[in-house]
C-alpha cells in the first residue's frame, strides 16, 4: 500500500535528489570529472565498465548477502524483534574468513548480529541455530531468545528429514542402473550433495546434543 500511495511521486523524489546532488557535487566522474546533467530527466544512463570489474569484491558481496539472508530468517523464525541484538560464529575455511571477516560491521549495522568468531576451530554454542551459507557453517547463539524445548523438537524434525533425504541419495548412487547410466558429472553432483547432507546431519546431531544439555532444556 506504502509503495502504491509513494509511486506518483517517484519521479519527484529522485529529481530533488539529483538537484541536492548538484549542489554538493556539480561536477561528477571516475577518470575525468564533467558537470552533471541538470535533470535527472536528461542524464544518460551509466555505463558499465567491463575493466573495473573485481571477481573478488563480487563474490565477496555475494557471499555477504547470502549469510545477511541467513541471519535475517533466523530472526523471523525465532521471532526475535529487529531491534534485539544477535550472536553469530562461523565456521569455515581460512579463505572464506579472510573473504568475510572484514564485513562485520556491516553484518552488526544491516541485521543488529554480531559476529564473535570465524574460521575452522569455530564450535556452535549449546543453544544455537544453525545454517549452512556462503560455502560456512553459520551459529546463531540462541541463548535468551528461545523455548529450549521447542529447538530440540525443531532439531529432532530437521534430523528426520536429513535421514531421509540422505537414504534417498545413497540409494540412487546404489541403484547400478542409475550409475551405468548417468554421466559422470551428475553422479559427482549427487555424491557432493551427499556429503553436503551427511555434514549437516553431523552439524545438527551437534548442536541438538549441545541443546539438550543446556541448563533449562527439559
Known amino acids: 500500500m506504502l509503495l502504491r500511495l509513494l509511486h506518483p511521486m517517484i519521479p519527484f523524489l529522485t529529481e530533488e535528489v539529483w538537484q541536492r546532488l548538484g549542489q554538493l557535487a556539480p561536477t561528477r566522474g571516475i577518470d575525468e570529472l564533467e558537470p ?13 565498465d567491463e575493466a573495473r570489474a573485481d571477481e573478488e569484491i563480487e563474490s565477496r558481496f555475494a557471499r555477504f548477502q547470502e549469510l545477511l539472508a541467513g541471519l535475517r530468517e ?6 526475535i524483534p529487529p531491534r534485539t541484538p544477535i550472536r553469530f560464529s562461523v565456521r569455515s575455511v581460512d579463505a572464506t574468513r579472510d573473504l568475510l571477516a572484514p564485513l562485520t560491521p556491516y553484518f552488526d549495522a544491516m541485521a543488529g548480529a554480531h559476529a564473535t568468531a570465524w574460521g575452522p576451530q569455530v564450535a556452535a554454542p549449546p543453544a544455537a541455530a544453525s545454517f549452512v551459507a556462503a560455502g560456512a557453517e553459520v551459529f546463531v547463539d540462541l541463548a535468551g531468545h528461545i523455548d529450549l524445548e521447542a529447538e ?52 545438527t546431531e551437534a548442536a541438538l546434543a549441545a541443546a539438550e544439555g543446556s541448563p533449562g532444556a527439559k
Open 152 to 203: 530440540v523438537a525443531r532439531k529432532k524434525k530437521e534430523l528426520e528429514r536429513l535421514a531421509s533425504a540422505i537414504a534417498g541419495k545413497q540409494r540412487q548412487l546404489a541403484n547400478e542402473n542409475f550409475v551405468s547410466r548417468a554421466p559422470a558429472a551428475v553422479i559427482e553432483k549427487e555424491r557432493a550433495a551427499l556429503a553436503e547432507l551427511e555434514q549437516l546431519r553431523a552439524t
Open 36 to 48: 552533471a546533467a541538470e535533470s535527472i530527466m536528461i542524464a544518460p544512463w551509466p555505463e558499465a
Open 74 to 79: 533466523v530472526r523471523s523464525r525465532q521471532n
